[in-house]
């Protein structure tokens, strides 16, 4: 197995870049953050114009049916200029969710138009916090509708359907994924307040709304599907979080050999220096588990939820502590609204809630403890 890009990666990374470089940068994400706009339209226009939106969906749906190490790119990419659109809402949530578990009509239906940019889709998995178990699961599904509360949901108000984690109302132990048209009246979504508003979050109450069950493979069970989806999120996440953590230590490094002190690049200081190696190390590591992580995905491998989780608790640290020196390292300036940093800071903030904390790290050691208890 490669464990590595190859150069038609380099050259898609390369292309995606450019256009999020020289078009889009932070700009975008300072002007939701001033309140101007819910979503970067230049961005989101610009992502579905390049095909990116349907990177993962297969041909026969509208898409391009590319290997998953492409989602890793763009997401790393989207990461470094803290990008203000629902990329990880809509395309590896909703599309993969549908791609993976629908039916053959429900992926006619709604592939094709998540590809386009059309439909924009999430997912609404958490309920104050990721489930560990499928007692956790508090939203209940029947013959009257979908009945509960997710919170927080990223890219509610921007959705027009959302893959919803929830329990049979007969039987609790009966997990399934559901696709919810948001457009209903039987649904009410709220607006939260959140430490990064570029990427706005929302609480979403269903009563007794319609539902559709994402109905194949029926071999495989509700609670089995979600942890999938769940392993694949962490994965992709992951990216997005080292692409942020690159770019926070550029910062850093360029600031570090810019400003002067006493006639000297603080660069040059061993304080600096050691803070931002300490970075590097961090971004190489989380790097390496996360393409591996990526393979396994490619392969479908059952070390999948292992892999995943060593990424995502990797990555997680990476990009919060790269994100903190880089304001540490700017000083006085770095704590103000003008300058960069702490647009890093916020979004590393964020990711490293979207999925929750805690719950991988038990995952980790369950995984870590399988083969003993054999």
């Known amino acids: 197995m490669d464990f590595e890009f190859n150069e038609e990666h380099s050259l898609f990374r390369e292309q995606l870049r450019r256009f999020l470089s020289e078009q ?15 979503i970067s339209e230049l961005t989101w226009d610009g992502l579905v114009e390049m095909g990116i939106t349907a990177i993962s969906i297969p041909e026969e749906y509208g898409g391009l049916g590319l290997d998953p190490l492409f989602m890793c790119v763009a997401a790393e990419e989207l990461g470094r200029v803290c990008a203000s659109v629902p990329f990880s809402s809509s395309i590896y949530g909703a599309a993969e969710a549908i791609n993976l578990f629908g039916s053959e009509a429900q992926k006619k239906e709604y592939l094709p138009n998540l590809a386009a940019g059309k439909t924009i889709g999430t997912w609404a998995f958490s309920e104050n916090s990721i489930p560990g178990s ?4 508090k939203c209940r599904h029947g013959s009257d509708g979908l009945v509960g509360v997710k919170s927080p949901i990223f890219d509610g108000a921007l959705a027009d359907i959302a893959i919803v984690l929830s329990a049979d109302d007969k039987d609790a132990t009966k997990v399934a994924l559901l696709i919810v048209d948001l457009k209903q009246d039987a649904i009410e979504i709220k607006p939260l307040n959140s430490v990064d508003n570029s990427r706005p979050i929302t609480n979403i109450e269903f009563s007794n709304a319609a539902y559709e069950i994402l109905d194949g493979p029926e071999a495989i069970d509700g609670w089995a599907k979600y942890q999938d989806l ?4 962490a994965v992709y996440t992951a990216f997005e979080q080292i692409g942020g953590a690159d770019s926070a230590l550029e910062m850093a490094r360029d600031y570090a050999l810019e400003r002067k002190t006493f006639g000297r690049q603080i660069g040059s200081y061993q304080a600096i220096k050691h803070k931002l190696a300490d970075a ?3 971004i190489a590591l989380a790097k390496v588990n996360a393409l591996y992580a990526a393979k396994m995905i490619e392969a479908d491998s059952e070390e999948m939820a292992i892999s995943a989780s060593a990424a995502r608790i990797a990555a997680s640290e990476a990009y919060s502590y790269t994100a903190k020196e880089n304001i540490q390292t700017h000083g006085g300036m770095g704590m103000t609204w003008e300058a960069d940093p702490h647009l890093h800071y916020r979004r590393s903030k964020v990711l490293e809630l979207s999925l929750g904390v805690q719950v991988w790290n038990d995952k980790l050691v369950s995984e870590l403890i399988k083969p003993s208890a054999q």
């Open 134 to 137: 499928p007692e956790n699961i």
């Open 280 to 282: 590097f190390v961090k």
């Open 24 to 38: 889009v940068g932070f700009g975008e994400t300072r002007n939701l953050l001033d309140g101007n706009a819910v």
């Open 230 to 233: 769940l392993n694949r999120a």
